[in-house]
């Protein structure tokens, strides 16, 4: 008989644990609140403009297009992924500006130009991001959720140079002296949501996955990740429910029974693996008994990691100076960290993340002009900051900022809307709108993070960027591949 399997949420990480249990034989239904799937991947399309709302930066393809192929298909059908160049461009309030470049002569070039000295350091860094990567990835990136005791079972040398004991500034700053360039290589804590004075320093391996492997774009935007992702999971015969929301789930002596929807229809089901905010598993969805309390009192007590602030702008013109990918570089970045997780306001001087699609996609935009997706860092949901109150104040910030690097900006918009941490909480599930669960900051922040498989439920498994392995999309497939071995080697 098929096992019966129900997906809460159509995320990344629920599409892909979807599509891999039906690969298994599994009879799949995906539930998903919203009109469509994607979860924070989503996509807007208005006055002649298309922007993508989540994810920008794509990393490691292996994983994506190993998930397709695994499935029977070939990925080549299903999206078109091309590398972007260059990688990043970096602006400062001193006037200086670097490309990162997928080609190293080219890079170093800029290097040398910022800081001649600095060239071994930043050769040595990305050397050792490397190392951290290759020692780091089996137990931290790539399997089961890690345990401290994982660390004795490795190499005496390599166990060593996981760099647990620094953090990722401090060991940032012990290969380059340029305070540019360590801002620079500080602002990938960002891509977990973190802050890299206090985040472990096994994070750089992020370094490695983008700057020494390189970004690309899926041509057509992000967003059409999610809907290959979906169109292959229909083809295999998941039956994909849109605007359908799972009002809790069916726990009777420990054993997933089913869900209730909404609505007030329930459905049976041996295996539910759910990709929603952890937290709200745990405080929502589950009975209150079958989680112990102190585990819910940890997820409720945890720091969260940042949420974000986004603006969508239609903009008249074009602008050479910029690239794809861009990041206009505060003038004091531990400030910048303090206010987002200490203080919980956000950023009085924001650092500046703007993409633009329509640099390599010029139909996202009407001719000549341009489709900027503008995001600032920002804390999570608390009482410090009411966003209804003060979102077009920050708004104005934000614009200002832009400006003050010799950008037109105010009377070249044509089209915009705006993203809160409310508006983030609101439309994806997101806990206090903060973007990956927990904050990825201590020490031990990977061993707390929520693993993939309930150990008080049997037959219930957790994914997306709030579970192992953490956030960004290749992190998110691999938790709901994750989940969905996990339900295939126990039930089927």
Same mark, same amino acid.
């Given at each position: ?31 998903? #609140? ?268 945890? =720091? ?50 703007? #993409? ?65 941490? =409310? ?70």
């Amino acid at each position: 008989m098929k096992q019966r399997v129900v997906v809460i949420g159509g995320g990344i990480g629920g599409l892909a644990a979807a599509i891999d249990l039906a690969v298994a034989g599994c009879d799949v239904v995906l539930f998903e #609140a919203t009109d469509r799937v994607g979860g924070k991947m989503g996509e807007i399309q208005s006055d002649g403009f298309r922007w993508d709302t989540g994810p920008s930066v794509i990393t490691m393809p292996d994983v994506l297009t190993g998930l397709l192929r695994d499935s029977g298909a070939d990925p080549d059908d299903y999206l078109t992924l091309q590398p972007v160049e260059p990688i990043t461009r970096y602006f400062w309030p001193d006037g200086t500006v670097l490309n990162i470049s997928r080609d190293l002569p080219r890079t170093l070039d800029g290097i040398r130009d910022i800081s001649e000295g600095d060239v071994e350091g930043w050769l040595g860094f990305f050397a050792y991001a490397a190392r951290l990567h290759r020692i780091t990835g089996p137990t931290f990136l790539y399997g089961p959720p890690p345990k401290v005791t994982d660390l004795f079972r490795m190499k005496p040398r390599d166990a060593l140079n996981v760099d647990g004991m620094r953090t990722m500034a401090a060991a940032i700053d012990s290969f380059v002296a340029s305070p540019l360039l360590r801002q620079l290589l500080k602002r990938f804590a960002t891509y977990v949501g973190g802050d890299p004075f206090r985040a472990p320093a096994p994070l750089n391996v992020i370094a490695d996955v983008e700057i020494n492997r390189g970004v690309i774009y899926p041509v057509g935007g992000v967003y059409a990740i999610a809907a290959a992702l979906e169109r292959r999971a229909r083809e295999l015969g998941v039956s994909i429910r849109p605007e359908c929301r799972v009002e809790s789930i069916t726990v009777v002596n420990g054993v997933v029974r089913g869900v209730a929807l909404a609505g007030g229809e329930t459905i049976d089901a041996d295996v539910v693996v759910a990709n929603a905010d952890a937290s709200d598993v745990y405080e929502s969805l589950l009975p209150a008994d079958v989680i112990p309390k102190k585990e819910r009192q940890r997820q409720k007590e945890s =720091e969260p990691s940042s949420s974000g602030f986004a603006l969508l702008l239609g903009i008249k013109g074009q602008d050479e100076r910029l690239a794809h990918h861009n990041i206009l570089f505060s003038s004091d970045y531990q400030r910048e960290f303090r206010e987002i997780f200490d203080e919980g306001v956000p950023p009085s001087e924001p650092t500046v993340y703007i #993409a633009i699609t329509s640099k390599t996609n010029p139909d996202h935009a009407p001719v000549g002009c341009e489709n900027w997706f503008v995001l600032v860092n920002a804390p999570a949901l608390g009482e410090r900051w009411d966003w209804a109150a003060r979102s077009a104040e920050y708004r104005d910030r934000v614009i200002e900022r832009i400006e003050s690097f010799g950008f037109t900006v105010r009377d070249r918009i044509v089209a915009e809307h705006i993203l809160t941490p =409310e508006d983030i909480a609101r439309q994806t599930g997101a806990h206090r709108g903060a973007l990956y669960g927990m904050s990825p900051n201590g020490r031990f922040a990977a061993f707390r993070r929520p693993r993939n498989r309930v150990a008080t439920v049997k037959g219930l498994y957790l994914c997306g960027g709030t579970t192992h392995p953490g956030g960004g999309v290749p992190m998110v497939v691999l938790s709901g591949r994750l989940a969905a071995r996990y339900a295939m080697n126990e039930t089927v």
